[in-house]
């Protein structure tokens, strides 16, 4: 069960092909947990074959995607990505990182957290990170110089009065400053894509960032 979706307008940048290489992971990882997510992408990626189609027309009808949408309700989706043998990395997570959660490079960076810069190439759109936060521990707090996208693994984190479980996602822009903890019981394993800097607001991480470029 979802509570905290990714939105129709990244999904219909995914299908569009217009995010960089960092979200376009992130969306494509998201979709695998998410069965309605899937059903609306499959909308987005119908509704672009219809434009494409349509040589003569430049305007979308208005009632476009609804028509679309309403003809992908349904059980046209059915049953949830093959989450095989138990992995917590999605298969677009274990492709980027060449396996499980055995295959990741783990970096300390200060009070247990640990992270994983994956390598996405040239590309300069962003950054993603695995980031493993210890059972019942907090995030230092920070602010953003930019969008920031965490995406749940495993287990859970509390914001505020907010829960985000496996399959959720939370979105934290430049004017949000917070302080994510990992619920108790199990380390918090969480996809973090950024497109710019996270800004510290204590003077230690603010060095440690320097160094470990997080
Ligand atoms: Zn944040």
Redesign the pocket.
Known sequence: MIHHPIGDEMLLNYAAGRLPAAQDLLVATAVSLDDDARARLGGFDALGGILLEDTGETEIAPDALDAVMARLDGPATSGRAASSSGAVLPQPLRDAVGGDLEAVRWRPVGMGVRQCVIDLGEDDGGVARLLSIPAGHA?PD???GGT?F?LVLQGAFLDGDARFARGDL?V?SEA?E?T?TAEAGEDCICL?VTDAP?RFSGFLPRIAQRFLKI
């Open positions: 995030m920070h602010g953003h920031e965490t939370e934290a949000d917070h994510p973090v996270l």
